[in-house]
């Protein structure tokens, strides 16, 4: 995925209301901007490191300005835009980079499903095989010895996708969580139990049924991202 135009760059002042945020330019200008992640973003969101955005030109936009990638005071990568998780995962299986979801005919999105009256992030489909649904979920939370960790905050909505992808494989078809890693400095995924503990054990069940985790790492830079290496899913006791 390349972005439209090229990305500009500030340093970091802070985030606040959970989606803005203040940098400040080469030129001392400070200038707010959009924050499309309304996450705890623990560890991508340090004052002073670098914010590279995009602009947008819509002119009925308050806040043209995009932030869309961190440079970390350690020199990592990371996507903050959790939008463009979706966008990514699509474009890799559209481009056939993801092994095991390839030989789909068609491929949808936000199609509505299940009990809970969700959408599905994207739905694989063909007339030899059945349907394939995937939750697409981004991770940025790095710990220790380049662990990733998600999620990041308690999260009922991410909660409720995991019954709903038990759900899907009880009555037949396949059910894939996609793990997209945004965060250079991660090499392998787990779940964050020690933050949401019913995340983890619904996810535990999930996996117990059928439902399969795929996790691939982004190599990001600020022209564009791409999908491209599968990493390891480090199951929980």
Sequence with gaps: MKFAQPLQAGKLIKRYKRFL????LDNNDVRTIHCANTGAMTGCAEPGSTV??????????????SWELTQTLSNDWICVNTAQANRLVEE?????VIDELTGYTSLRAEVKYGAENSRIDLLLESETRPPCYIEVKSVTLLGENRQGY??????TRGQKHLRELTEMVEQGYRSVL?????????????????IDPIYAQLLKQAVKAGVEVICYKADLDIEQITL??????????
């Design 21 to 24: 945020a203040d940098i400040e």
């Design 92 to 96: 890799a299986i559209r481009n056939d």
């Design 52 to 65: 590279w955005y995009s602009t947008s030109d819509n002119a009925k936009r308050k806040y043209p300005n």
């Design 178 to 194: 996609f793990f997209a890693v945004l965060h250079s400095g991660i090499d392998s995924v787990s779940v964050a139990d020690h």
């Design 228 to 237: 491209s290496n599968c990493i390891e899913f480090r199951h929980s006791n």
């Design 150 to 155: 998600f999620p990041d905050a308690v999260t």
